[in-house]
């Protein structure tokens, strides 16, 4: 059975860094497009980087261009999100999600994910 779950949130001051991971299992992660999403509070969960199946595509949003970088072991199963100079806008949830993908390098913020995993909180304080 597939499963999604994500670590290393935590409360950290504006400039700072973090990294999150997504531990995967039940699938190989291989054939998967994955992806990194956001939700701040009272607002709607918003996609921010994407990766393709060999990480040779990236995608990320304008928000977090040039500060997160999302990468990828599929030897290893993890999916990660670094983040530097963190703001307090990019306080939320953060949620790694997964959909298979046949095309190789295709990943795309717009696409469907279908797997979630349960989030993890991050807290950027001014």
């Known amino acids: 059975q597939l499963r999604l779950v994500e670590s290393g949130g935590s409360l950290v001051q504006s400039g700072g860094a973090l990294r999150l991971s997504c531990a995967v299992s039940?699938?190989?992660?291989?054939?998967?497009?994955m992806a990194w999403f956001r939700q701040a509070p009272g607002k709607e969960r918003e996609p921010i980087a994407s990766i393709s199946r060999g990480a040779g595509t990236l995608e990320y949003a304008d928000s977090v261009k040039g500060r997160f970088t999302i990468s990828r072991s599929n030897v290893e199963n993890t999916v990660w999100l670094q983040m530097n100079n963190l703001k307090p806008e990019d306080t939320g949830v953060y949620f790694c999600?997964?959909?298979?993908?046949?095309?190789?390098?295709?990943?795309?913020?717009?696409?469907?994910?279908?797997?979630w995993g349960q989030g993890t909180q991050v807290t950027v304080s001014s």
């Open positions: 039940g699938i190989p992660l291989g054939n998967y497009a």
């Open positions: 999600a997964a959909r298979f993908e046949e095309t190789y390098f295709r990943a795309s913020l717009t696409d469907a994910y279908v797997h």
